[in-house]
C-alpha cells in the first residue's frame, strides 16, 4: 500500500505561480512513475505530467513550457512547479503512482487560477 498526501494548492491570479508537493509513504520501495493529474468541473480527470524513476518526464501539450514535474526519491516525493497559470489550470490536482503493478491516489488538493 502507498499513501500520497498533496499540499501547495491555493488561489492566485493569472499569470501567477504555485508549487504543488506530493509525499508518499507506505510502500515506498515499490514506487515507480509518478504524476499529476487533474478534474476541472464536469470535465474528466486528465494527464498534466509524469516523470519515472529516472526523472524522465512527460508533460501534456497544454502545460509545456509553464509546469516542471520534479521528484526527489530520498523524499518520497514529487513536486509540480506551476508558472505563467491561467484561468483554464483550474481544477483539482491529485498526485499518482505506481507501485508494484497497482495504481494509486491522493485525496486532491485545489487549484483556483482567477482571471
Known amino acids: 500500500q502507498v499513501q500520497l498526501v498533496e499540499s501547495g494548492g491555493g488561489l492566485v491570479s493569472t499569470g501567477g505561480s504555485l508549487r504543488l508537493s506530493c509525499a508518499a509513504s507506505?510502500?515506498?520501495?515499490?514506487?515507480?512513475?509518478m504524476g499529476w493529474y487533474r478534474q476541472a468541473p464536469g470535465k474528466q480527470r486528465e494527464l498534466v505530467a509524469t516523470?519515472?524513476?529516472?526523472?524522465?518526464?512527460n508533460y501534456a501539450d497544454s502545460v509545456k513550457g509553464r509546469f516542471t514535474i520534479s521528484r526527489d526519491n530520498a523524499k518520497n516525493s514529487v513536486y509540480l512547479q506551476m508558472n505563467s497559470l491561467r484561468p483554464e489550470d483550474t481544477a483539482v490536482y491529485y498526485c499518482?503512482?505506481?507501485?508494484?503493478?497497482?495504481?494509486?491516489w491522493g485525496q486532491g488538493t485545489q487549484v483556483t487560477v482567477s482571471s
Open positions: 516523470i519515472t524513476s529516472v526523472g524522465r518526464t
Open positions: 499518482n503512482a505506481w507501485a508494484a503493478g497497482y495504481n494509486y
Open positions: 507506505g510502500s515506498i520501495f515499490s514506487i515507480g512513475t
